[in-house]
């Protein structure tokens, strides 16, 4: 019977490329790619989608914050135009459109580059989203591989100017992009946390179903976390601690908090980690226990056998001069004699708490 293999996602980078070459290694290349632009001040703000990058470039110029979300990574001749109108580094374009980039931060003349991803539950499925940030004088700029992000609240928050991003520059923009997508860690790492607790009392309450599967996915699951939030921890800490010019003094304060938010997520993925390895452990110790129950009462049977067996080996031999063949009730005696044994052996068994 041939092995089924499971897919397996792989880097399509070119390899031995020219460093700066932009090459898109997702595989969402069906998603409709358009911007959205939401270009805001204290006194107003404005909420735009576009389908021609050049449309944007007019914001370049405006006095006003402007957050351009990128939608569609697949699209790279206009990702390296809206790139090469800002001046951005060739590497930082090579990362945009790079799914498998680690996320990191990158500090240059006039703009702050962060790679960062997005993990969130799509009908139980878990999530992983590639996602760029580029904040400079009077913009931030993301990039997002399909439509679904975890934004929603925040374009509600600046429409409807509640709370103080309308009021705020670039800096805290970032701040807040970046807060909502720790915000949704909190929320995955709740929703994984509820898995393991059913997959407890399942595994109390139902000893014969097997979890194994579940508790597998599990492990798969907190390791993706893993992978995505320990980075964004010192992504933070970096922010926080940079000189950069556009990162202003009353804006660190936050980025101070949201560096605690990290440190606490990544504090619940090592607990939770350690509870999935515990439920492992539990679950094969639960089969192991099976197992030996099991065995226990093979060998209590195989045990109250042997004496009977043996009994009956000897009176089943084909001797002439065996005087116990030919009374006329020994038959019954020797079923008598092995029922006391039986019942004496059992007796025995019980009292030792074998049974």
């Known amino acids: 019977m041939k092995k089924k293999t499971r897919p397996r996602k792989r880097r399509r980078k070119n390899l031995g490329s020219v460093p700066g070459t932009m090459t898109y290694t997702g595989s969402k290349t069906e998603q409709e790619f358009y911007i959205e632009v939401i270009d805001f001040s204290k006194e107003q703000c404005s909420r735009t989608v576009y389908n021609d990058v050049k449309d944007v470039f007019r914001y370049a110029e405006e006095e006003n914050t402007t957050w351009i979300n990128v939608n569609g990574l697949h699209n ?24 498998f980039q680690r996320p990191k931060i990158d500090e240059f003349e006039d703009y702050l580059f962060v790679v960062f991803k997005m993990i969130y539950y799509d009908e139980e499925r878990l999530v992983t989203e590639h996602l760029s940030l580029l904040m400079g004088q009077g913009y931030v700029v993301t990039f997002q591989e399909s439509k679904t992000d975890v934004f929603d609240d925040l374009r509600k928050r600046i429409e409807e100017n509640r709370g103080r991003v309308r009021g705020e520059k670039s800096d805290y923009l970032l701040f ?34 097997d979890i194994s599967k579940d508790i597998l996915n599990l492990k ?4 993706r976390i893993k992978r995505s939030v320990f980075p964004a921890r010192e992504i933070i800490n970096r922010i926080e601690k940079t000189d ?24 619940y993925v090592e607990v939770y980690r350690e509870m999935i390895l515990s439920l492992m452990e539990m679950y094969m110790g639960t089969i192991s226990n099976k197992m030996n129950n099991v065995m226990k009462v093979l060998t209590v049977i195989a045990t ?3 004496p009977l ?9 084909n001797f002439d001069n065996m005087p116990e063949l030919h009374g006329k009730y020994n038959y019954f005696v020797l079923m008598g004699i ?16 074998w049974l």
């Open 309 to 317: 067996t043996f009994i009956a080996g000897i009176y089943g031999m």
């Open 304 to 306: 109250t056998f042997i």
């Open 244 to 267: 950069f010019s556009l990162i202003e003094e009353h804006t660190r304060n936050y980025y101070r908090d949201l560096y605690d938010h990290t440190i606490q997520v990544v504090e």
């Open 338 to 353: 092995m029922l006391v044994i039986f019942i004496a052996m059992l007796l025995f068994f019980k009292k030792k708490k």
């Open 220 to 223: 798969k699951e907190i390791l």
């Open 76 to 99: 790279v001749e206009a990702i390296e135009a809206l790139g090469k109108y800002y001046k951005w580094h060739p590497l930082v374009m090579e990362d945009i459109v790079d799914t």
């Open 176 to 209: 807040v992009l970046l807060d909502a997508v720790v915000d949704h860690y909190f929320l995955v790492i709740e929703n994984l946390g509820d898995k393991i607790e059913d997959l407890e009392d399942i595994l109390f309450e139902e000893n014969d179903v």
